[in-house]
Every structure is written in structure tokens, then in C-alpha cells.
């Protein structure tokens, strides 16, 4: 299972005390809904020397337990080993089932990153490795911002440059209807796991379409609909024009 939150606070500790960094998601009432606190223990040695918090003490782990944490400009994730969960992850009052993955998005002063990124690297460094990523292209970030307001779930993946959506979500990634979405030059494609590709006219909102796909469609779909290709003008084309797109 992924849990994500919204960062609004980030806190680096000062010189001279136990060198930590606290993400925390603060209302405008000031109420702490969500936090995610590492800790670097001087006296210990190796990944037993790191500790991560989730939303307070009892959901905790040590740093044995992280398999790797990747850093943007605009979020944070952390993901667990493999067998590892987080046992008490609630984040949205909607679900309890073990947490394997959280992400942070920011919400932060962008002259923040620096310190933080400093900041990790030294307390991870006896532990697990810290990714410095690209951030999410900013077409792909709105898409998936439109994604998850409509209650649906999304993944860019930068080895391929594209998108992936699903209607549900658990401890091992997407499921439920699921496709993908890429970007070319100007151009928006969408494609299916039965590698059926297509190219969207450029009037038409990637968002809308992807969306009421979602939606409509039951279970992982080989191909799309006619209704549904023919309603948003989709033109079919080879893996081979994609590709060369």
C-alpha cells in the first residue's frame, strides 16, 4: 500500500543535537494531521543507527527496514524492504492496510531542498541509499494531480517517460482498470497493456480522457471501447509510430 501526504513543514535539526528531518502536513488551524520524522542515532552504527517515523512512535522503523529513499524537487518516497510494512499507515481515514510505500509531496519553500537534500544524505549515508531524481515533468504532474482529485491513482515512470493510472491501489501497485499515458513533443498518447497505442487530437483534455476511462471501463482493458475511442477522436497507431513520435 502508498500513502501520500501533502508536506507543508519541513525541519532540519539545529548543529550539536541528534541530526534530524521532519516532513509534517499542518492545516491552517495549525493541527498536525501527518508527519514523517527521520532520526540518526550517533551511538549506534549502520542502518540500526536510523530510525522513521510515521504519524508518531508506534509506526516506526529502523533503517534495516528501508530499502531505498528517492528525493525531487517536489517530493519524497520512501520504500520499504521487501516482507517490511508500516502497521498503523491510516492517512485518510478510509483505509488501514499495511503501508510498504510513503511519499511527501511539498508544499515547501523551494530554498528549502538544499538543506534538506544535505541533510538526508548525511543521516542515510551508514544506512540506505538516497536517490536524487528528476522531478515529475510538469505536464505529468498536473495530469496526475487531476488523476487522484477524481479518487484515482497514478505512477510516472521516468525510465519510459510515461504515466501509468489504475482505479485501485494495494500493497504491490496498481490494479484494477489500468493503462498509460505519455507525452511527445506537443502530443499525448495513451496505450493499453494489450499494446494497443493511440494519439489524442491536440484540442482534447488528456485530463477528461483519462478520467472517464477510468470510469467506464471494468477490469484492465485489452483495448478500448468504440464508443470511447470514437467520442474523444483517438487514432489508432503502431508501436513503431509511437516509438518514432
Known sequence: MIQIFTATTVTVSDPGEPLTVAFGEVKPDERLVHSLLFIKDDELRGAESISL?????????????????????????????????????????VTDRNVREIEARFEIPSSDFENVKRALQELLSEGCPLHLVPPVPRAYDALRQAVESAGFFADYQPPNDRMCVASEIFEHGLTGVSF????????????????????????????AVVIEDLRVHRGTPFDFTPEFKTKHGLVEITEEEFDRA
Open 53 to 93: 517515523e510515521f504519524n508518531g512512535q508506534e509506526n516506526a522503523c529502523s533503517g534495516s527496514s528501508i530499502d531505498a529513499v528517492f528525493l525531487d524537487e517536489r517530493s519524497l518516497r520512501v520504500r520499504l524492504a521487501d516482507g517490511k510494512w508500516l502497521r498503523a499507515g491510516k492517512v485518510d481515514d
Open 180 to 207: 498509460w499515458i505519455a507525452r511527445r513533443k506537443n502530443l499525448w498518447f495513451v496505450a493499453t497493456w494489450g499494446n494497443h497505442f493511440y494519439r489524442l487530437p491536440e484540442t482534447t483534455p488528456v485530463d
